[in-house]
Protein backbone atom coordinates (compact mmCIF):
# COMPACT_ATOMS: atom_id res chain seq x y z
CA UNK A 1 0.00 0.00 0.00
CA UNK A 2 1.28 3.48 -1.05
CA UNK A 3 1.16 6.26 1.34
CA UNK A 4 1.71 9.97 0.32
CA UNK A 5 2.71 11.78 3.81
CA UNK A 6 2.45 15.37 4.44
CA UNK A 7 3.72 17.39 7.30
CA UNK A 8 3.31 21.06 7.41
CA UNK A 9 2.92 21.47 11.41
CA UNK A 10 5.81 24.18 11.94
CA UNK A 11 8.62 25.39 9.70
CA UNK A 12 9.37 22.40 7.90
CA UNK A 13 7.46 21.05 4.86
CA UNK A 14 7.90 17.51 4.12
CA UNK A 15 6.68 15.30 1.60
CA UNK A 16 7.37 11.72 1.35
CA UNK A 17 5.86 8.05 -0.45
CA UNK A 18 6.52 5.22 2.04
CA UNK A 19 5.05 1.40 1.04
CA UNK A 20 3.54 -0.84 3.64
CA UNK A 21 4.49 1.40 6.51
CA UNK A 22 7.94 0.86 6.20
CA UNK A 23 9.86 1.36 2.65
CA UNK A 24 10.38 4.63 2.03
CA UNK A 25 10.22 5.10 -1.53
CA UNK A 26 11.21 9.37 -1.53
CA UNK A 27 11.28 11.82 1.46
CA UNK A 28 11.37 15.58 0.43
CA UNK A 29 11.81 17.77 3.00
CA UNK A 30 11.99 22.11 2.83
CA UNK A 31 13.29 23.81 5.73
CA UNK A 32 12.42 27.62 5.66
CA UNK A 33 15.58 29.50 6.26
CA UNK A 34 13.29 32.70 7.27
CA UNK A 35 13.37 32.11 10.65
CA UNK A 36 17.27 32.31 11.15
CA UNK A 37 17.16 35.68 11.41
CA UNK A 38 14.27 35.79 13.83
CA UNK A 39 15.82 33.59 16.10
CA UNK A 40 12.29 31.67 16.32
CA UNK A 41 9.31 30.43 14.03
CA UNK A 42 7.41 33.49 12.68
CA UNK A 43 3.41 31.89 12.50
CA UNK A 44 3.14 33.59 9.67
CA UNK A 45 5.85 33.14 7.56
CA UNK A 46 6.17 29.56 8.14
CA UNK A 47 2.54 29.28 6.72
CA UNK A 48 3.20 31.34 3.43
CA UNK A 49 6.64 29.38 2.63
CA UNK A 50 4.44 25.74 3.19
CA UNK A 51 1.65 27.28 0.69
CA UNK A 52 4.84 28.19 -2.09
CA UNK A 53 6.67 24.84 -1.92
CA UNK A 54 4.16 22.28 -1.10
CA UNK A 55 2.78 21.64 -4.44
CA UNK A 56 5.85 21.46 -5.82
CA UNK A 57 7.58 19.21 -3.30
CA UNK A 58 4.57 17.05 -3.59
CA UNK A 59 5.88 17.07 -7.82
CA UNK A 60 9.30 15.80 -6.52
CA UNK A 61 7.71 13.27 -3.72
CA UNK A 62 5.82 11.72 -6.57
CA UNK A 63 8.93 11.22 -9.13
CA UNK A 64 11.49 10.20 -6.91
CA UNK A 65 9.60 7.49 -6.22
CA UNK A 66 8.62 7.28 -9.34
CA UNK A 67 5.03 7.08 -9.47
CA UNK A 68 1.92 9.32 -10.35
CA UNK A 69 -0.73 10.44 -8.02
CA UNK A 70 -2.99 8.08 -9.29
CA UNK A 71 -0.89 5.30 -8.38
CA UNK A 72 -0.89 6.22 -4.40
CA UNK A 73 -3.42 4.73 -2.48
CA UNK A 74 -4.18 7.14 0.19
CA UNK A 75 -2.88 9.92 1.28
CA UNK A 76 -1.25 10.48 5.16
CA UNK A 77 -1.51 14.42 6.81
CA UNK A 78 -0.35 16.17 10.04
CA UNK A 79 -3.66 17.29 11.85
CA UNK A 80 -2.50 18.34 15.40
CA UNK A 81 -0.28 19.35 17.26
CA UNK A 82 1.20 22.51 15.44
CA UNK A 83 0.85 25.92 14.13
CA UNK A 84 -3.15 26.65 12.77
CA UNK A 85 -1.66 28.65 9.85
CA UNK A 86 0.85 26.07 8.80
CA UNK A 87 -1.60 22.80 9.51
CA UNK A 88 -4.27 24.00 7.49
CA UNK A 89 -2.23 24.07 4.25
CA UNK A 90 -0.98 20.28 4.50
CA UNK A 91 -4.41 19.63 5.44
CA UNK A 92 -6.26 21.50 2.43
CA UNK A 93 -3.77 20.07 0.15
CA UNK A 94 -4.27 16.79 1.58
CA UNK A 95 -7.68 16.88 1.16
CA UNK A 96 -7.80 18.05 -1.99
CA UNK A 97 -5.45 15.46 -3.65
CA UNK A 98 -7.97 12.84 -1.72
CA UNK A 99 -11.09 14.32 -3.21
CA UNK A 100 -9.41 14.12 -6.56
CA UNK A 101 -8.14 10.87 -6.64
CA UNK A 102 -11.07 9.38 -4.19
CA UNK A 103 -8.36 7.01 -1.66
CA UNK A 104 -8.72 7.98 1.98
CA UNK A 105 -7.33 10.72 4.09
CA UNK A 106 -5.62 9.55 7.25
CA UNK A 107 -5.14 11.81 10.34
CA UNK A 108 -1.98 11.83 11.82
CA UNK A 109 -0.44 13.07 15.24
CA UNK A 110 2.54 14.94 14.82
CA UNK A 111 3.82 13.58 18.06
CA UNK A 112 3.13 10.07 17.62
CA UNK A 113 4.61 10.15 14.36
CA UNK A 114 8.17 11.61 15.64
CA UNK A 115 7.94 8.31 17.88
CA UNK A 116 7.05 6.27 14.64
CA UNK A 117 10.12 7.49 13.12
CA UNK A 118 12.71 5.09 14.85
CA UNK A 119 10.53 2.18 13.35
CA UNK A 120 12.41 2.66 10.24
CA UNK A 121 15.86 1.24 11.71
CA UNK A 122 14.61 -1.02 14.26
CA UNK A 123 12.17 -3.72 15.35
CA UNK A 124 10.16 -1.79 18.25
CA UNK A 125 8.59 -4.15 20.58
CA UNK A 126 5.43 -2.88 22.64
CA UNK A 127 5.18 -2.00 25.44
CA UNK A 128 7.19 0.88 25.42
CA UNK A 129 7.48 4.00 27.08
CA UNK A 130 7.81 6.78 24.62
CA UNK A 131 9.39 9.90 24.84
CA UNK A 132 9.06 12.57 22.36
CA UNK A 133 11.45 15.68 22.87
CA UNK A 134 11.13 18.30 20.40
CA UNK A 135 10.79 22.08 19.89
CA UNK A 136 7.24 22.28 20.72
CA UNK A 137 6.82 19.21 23.17
CA UNK A 138 8.50 17.18 25.94
CA UNK A 139 6.38 14.06 26.97
CA UNK A 140 6.73 10.79 28.15
CA UNK A 141 4.06 8.25 26.80
CA UNK A 142 3.30 4.63 27.19
CA UNK A 143 2.38 2.75 24.16
CA UNK A 144 1.07 -0.60 24.00
CA UNK A 145 0.34 -0.53 19.59
CA UNK A 146 0.63 2.29 17.00
CA UNK A 147 -2.87 2.89 18.11
CA UNK A 148 -3.19 2.32 21.67
CA UNK A 149 -0.95 4.98 23.66
CA UNK A 150 -1.47 7.54 26.49
CA UNK A 151 0.75 10.56 27.98
CA UNK A 152 1.73 10.32 31.28
CA UNK A 153 4.04 13.14 31.53
CA UNK A 154 4.33 16.79 30.09
CA UNK A 155 6.68 20.00 30.51
CA UNK A 156 4.68 22.27 32.26
CA UNK A 157 6.17 25.59 30.56
CA UNK A 158 8.38 24.85 28.06
CA UNK A 159 9.79 22.35 25.98
CA UNK A 160 13.19 20.84 25.86
CA UNK A 161 14.09 22.03 22.06
CA UNK A 162 12.86 25.67 23.05
CA UNK A 163 15.07 25.57 26.23
CA UNK A 164 18.18 24.75 23.51
CA UNK A 165 17.11 27.30 21.15
CA UNK A 166 16.20 30.11 24.11
CA UNK A 167 19.79 29.21 25.66
CA UNK A 168 21.60 29.41 22.13
CA UNK A 169 19.91 33.09 21.14
CA UNK A 170 20.93 33.89 25.16
CA UNK A 171 24.70 33.23 24.18
CA UNK A 172 24.01 34.20 20.70
CA UNK A 173 25.04 31.02 18.91
CA UNK A 174 22.51 31.11 16.37
CA UNK A 175 19.50 28.81 15.43
CA UNK A 176 18.39 25.98 15.64
CA UNK A 177 20.18 26.29 18.94
CA UNK A 178 20.23 22.21 19.19
CA UNK A 179 23.02 21.36 16.90
CA UNK A 180 24.98 24.29 17.83
CA UNK A 181 25.03 23.48 21.42
CA UNK A 182 25.11 19.92 20.62
CA UNK A 183 28.07 20.41 18.58
CA UNK A 184 30.35 22.70 21.20
CA UNK A 185 29.47 20.27 24.35
CA UNK A 186 31.00 17.81 22.42
CA UNK A 187 34.35 19.46 22.70
CA UNK A 188 34.12 20.28 26.39
CA UNK A 189 35.27 17.11 28.62
CA UNK A 190 34.19 18.82 32.11
CA UNK A 191 32.90 21.74 33.34
CA UNK A 192 33.43 23.56 36.46
CA UNK A 193 29.30 25.06 36.05
CA UNK A 194 26.52 23.28 37.60
CA UNK A 195 22.88 23.85 36.39
CA UNK A 196 19.90 22.35 38.51
CA UNK A 197 18.24 19.04 37.60
CA UNK A 198 14.59 20.93 37.93
CA UNK A 199 11.12 18.67 39.26
CA UNK A 200 13.45 15.69 39.35
CA UNK A 201 12.70 14.86 43.20
CA UNK A 202 8.89 16.49 42.70
CA UNK A 203 6.78 13.65 43.51
CA UNK A 204 3.36 15.83 42.24
CA UNK A 205 5.82 15.81 39.35
CA UNK A 206 7.04 12.31 38.78
CA UNK A 207 6.85 12.12 35.11
CA UNK A 208 6.22 16.07 34.52
CA UNK A 209 8.98 18.31 33.23
CA UNK A 210 9.92 22.06 33.08
CA UNK A 211 12.25 24.16 31.40
CA UNK A 212 11.72 27.64 31.47
CA UNK A 213 14.00 27.52 35.28
CA UNK A 214 16.70 26.00 33.79
CA UNK A 215 16.58 28.32 31.39
CA UNK A 216 16.51 31.12 33.99
CA UNK A 217 19.14 29.47 36.08
CA UNK A 218 21.68 30.16 33.00
CA UNK A 219 20.00 33.85 32.54
CA UNK A 220 21.42 34.37 35.90
CA UNK A 221 25.03 32.49 35.48
CA UNK A 222 25.79 34.96 33.41
CA UNK A 223 24.68 38.09 34.49
CA UNK A 224 26.44 37.08 37.69
CA UNK A 225 29.61 35.79 35.78
CA UNK A 226 30.74 38.08 33.33
CA UNK A 227 33.83 36.50 32.18
CA UNK A 228 31.95 33.13 31.97
CA UNK A 229 33.11 30.60 29.51
CA UNK A 230 30.72 29.88 27.03
CA UNK A 231 31.56 26.35 26.47
CA UNK A 232 31.32 25.34 29.85
CA UNK A 233 27.73 27.34 30.00
CA UNK A 234 26.80 25.00 26.64
CA UNK A 235 27.93 21.94 28.12
CA UNK A 236 26.51 22.18 31.75
CA UNK A 237 23.44 23.57 30.36
CA UNK A 238 22.82 20.45 27.70
CA UNK A 239 24.03 18.20 30.73
CA UNK A 240 21.08 19.30 33.30
CA UNK A 241 18.01 19.50 30.09
CA UNK A 242 19.35 15.55 29.62
CA UNK A 243 19.68 13.86 32.57
CA UNK A 244 16.34 14.92 33.63
CA UNK A 245 14.83 13.66 30.46
CA UNK A 246 16.86 10.06 31.16
CA UNK A 247 16.24 10.04 35.01
CA UNK A 248 12.33 10.19 34.33
CA UNK A 249 12.31 7.92 31.70
CA UNK A 250 14.55 5.38 33.80
CA UNK A 251 11.52 6.51 37.07
CA UNK A 252 8.79 5.58 34.31
CA UNK A 253 10.27 2.29 33.04
CA UNK A 254 10.24 1.42 36.38
CA UNK A 255 6.87 1.86 37.37
CA UNK A 256 5.27 0.78 34.75
CA UNK A 257 7.97 -2.42 34.46
CA UNK A 258 9.00 -1.54 30.71
CA UNK A 259 12.15 -1.75 29.50
CA UNK A 260 12.18 -0.54 26.01
CA UNK A 261 11.92 2.89 25.22
CA UNK A 262 11.53 4.64 21.87
CA UNK A 263 13.27 8.58 21.69
CA UNK A 264 11.51 10.80 18.88
CA UNK A 265 11.77 14.59 17.89
CA UNK A 266 14.49 16.78 17.30
CA UNK A 267 16.07 16.66 20.08
CA UNK A 268 16.49 12.71 19.80
CA UNK A 269 19.50 13.45 17.12
CA UNK A 270 21.52 15.04 20.56
CA UNK A 271 24.58 12.62 20.87
CA UNK A 272 25.11 13.25 24.29
CA UNK A 273 21.15 12.23 24.53
CA UNK A 274 21.95 8.99 22.58
CA UNK A 275 24.85 8.23 24.45
CA UNK A 276 23.34 8.62 27.92
CA UNK A 277 20.47 6.23 27.17
CA UNK A 278 22.33 4.09 24.91
CA UNK A 279 24.91 3.48 28.05
CA UNK A 280 22.18 2.22 30.16
CA UNK A 281 22.12 -1.67 28.92
CA UNK A 282 19.62 -2.24 31.50
CA UNK A 283 17.47 -0.04 28.69
CA UNK A 284 16.39 -1.17 24.80
CA UNK A 285 16.49 2.19 23.69
CA UNK A 286 15.32 2.84 20.25
CA UNK A 287 16.39 5.94 18.09
CA UNK A 288 15.15 7.37 14.66
CA UNK A 289 17.99 7.67 12.26
CA UNK A 290 19.28 11.04 12.48
CA UNK A 291 17.55 12.25 9.61
CA UNK A 292 14.19 11.30 11.06
CA UNK A 293 14.43 13.06 13.88
CA UNK A 294 13.11 16.24 13.10
CA UNK A 295 10.24 16.75 11.04
CA UNK A 296 9.72 14.82 7.91
CA UNK A 297 6.64 13.38 5.59
CA UNK A 298 8.35 10.00 5.57
CA UNK A 299 7.08 9.81 10.03
CA UNK A 300 3.48 10.69 8.87
CA UNK A 301 2.98 8.34 6.11
CA UNK A 302 4.60 5.50 7.93
CA UNK A 303 2.15 5.65 10.86
CA UNK A 304 -0.88 6.48 8.11
CA UNK A 305 -0.35 3.09 7.28
CA UNK A 306 -1.38 1.39 10.92
CA UNK A 307 -4.00 3.99 11.34
CA UNK A 308 -5.54 3.09 8.05
CA UNK A 309 -5.45 -0.32 8.91
CA UNK A 310 -7.49 0.23 12.23
CA UNK A 311 -10.11 2.00 10.59
CA UNK A 312 -8.56 5.81 11.14
CA UNK A 313 -10.03 7.32 8.26
CA UNK A 314 -11.11 11.19 7.81
CA UNK A 315 -14.28 11.14 5.93
CA UNK A 316 -15.01 14.48 6.14
CA UNK A 317 -12.64 16.71 6.29
CA UNK A 318 -14.48 20.05 7.83
CA UNK A 319 -14.38 17.57 10.84
CA UNK A 320 -11.00 18.09 11.90
CA UNK A 321 -9.86 20.90 13.94
CA UNK A 322 -6.25 21.24 13.73
CA UNK A 323 -5.29 22.38 17.29
CA UNK A 324 -2.29 24.60 18.08
CA UNK A 325 -1.71 22.65 21.36
CA UNK A 326 -1.57 19.05 22.19
CA UNK A 327 -2.36 19.85 26.16
CA UNK A 328 -4.84 22.44 27.49
CA UNK A 329 -3.34 24.15 31.00
CA UNK A 330 -6.08 21.99 32.68
CA UNK A 331 -4.61 18.65 31.06
CA UNK A 332 -1.60 19.71 32.04
CA UNK A 333 -2.45 20.38 35.74
CA UNK A 334 -4.37 16.98 35.90
CA UNK A 335 -1.11 15.59 35.09
CA UNK A 336 0.47 16.79 38.02
CA UNK A 337 -0.89 14.42 40.27
O1 LIG B 1 10.92 17.82 15.94
P1 LIG B 1 11.39 19.13 15.44
O2 LIG B 1 12.06 19.17 14.09
O3 LIG B 1 10.24 20.16 15.37
C1 LIG B 1 9.18 20.18 16.28
O4 LIG B 1 8.26 19.33 16.14
O5 LIG B 1 9.25 21.01 17.19
O6 LIG B 1 12.37 19.69 16.56
C2 LIG B 1 13.07 20.87 16.43
C3 LIG B 1 13.89 21.07 17.71
C4 LIG B 1 14.58 22.44 17.77
O7 LIG B 1 14.31 23.01 19.04
C5 LIG B 1 16.07 22.10 17.64
O8 LIG B 1 16.91 23.00 18.32
C6 LIG B 1 16.12 20.71 18.25
O9 LIG B 1 14.93 20.08 17.80
N1 LIG B 1 17.29 19.92 17.83
C7 LIG B 1 18.26 19.51 18.70
C8 LIG B 1 19.24 18.85 17.91
N2 LIG B 1 18.81 18.86 16.61
C9 LIG B 1 17.62 19.52 16.58
N3 LIG B 1 18.37 19.67 20.02
C10 LIG B 1 19.47 19.17 20.62
N4 LIG B 1 20.46 18.53 19.94
C11 LIG B 1 20.38 18.35 18.60
N5 LIG B 1 21.35 17.72 17.95
ZN1 LIG C 1 8.24 17.82 15.14
Redesign the pocket.
Known sequence: MLILGIET??DDTGVAVVGDGYKILSNIVFSQEEHKKFSGVVPEIASRKHLEYIHNLIEKALSGANILLSDIDAVGVTVKPGLIGSLLVGLSVASTISYLTGKPLIPVN?IES?IYAASFDNNIDFPFIGLIV???HTLLTVWNSWVDKKIIGTTIDDSVGEAFDKVAKLLDLGYPGGPIIDKIAKGVKESSVSFPLVMLNNKEDRYNFSYSGLKTSVVYYIRNNREYNKEDVVYSFQKAAIDVLYKKTVIACKDFNINNVVIG??VAANSYLREVFLSDKKLKTFFPSIKLC??NGVMVAGLAYYLYKNGIVINDPKSIEPVDKILTYNDKKALRK
Open positions: SCHHSGGGGTD
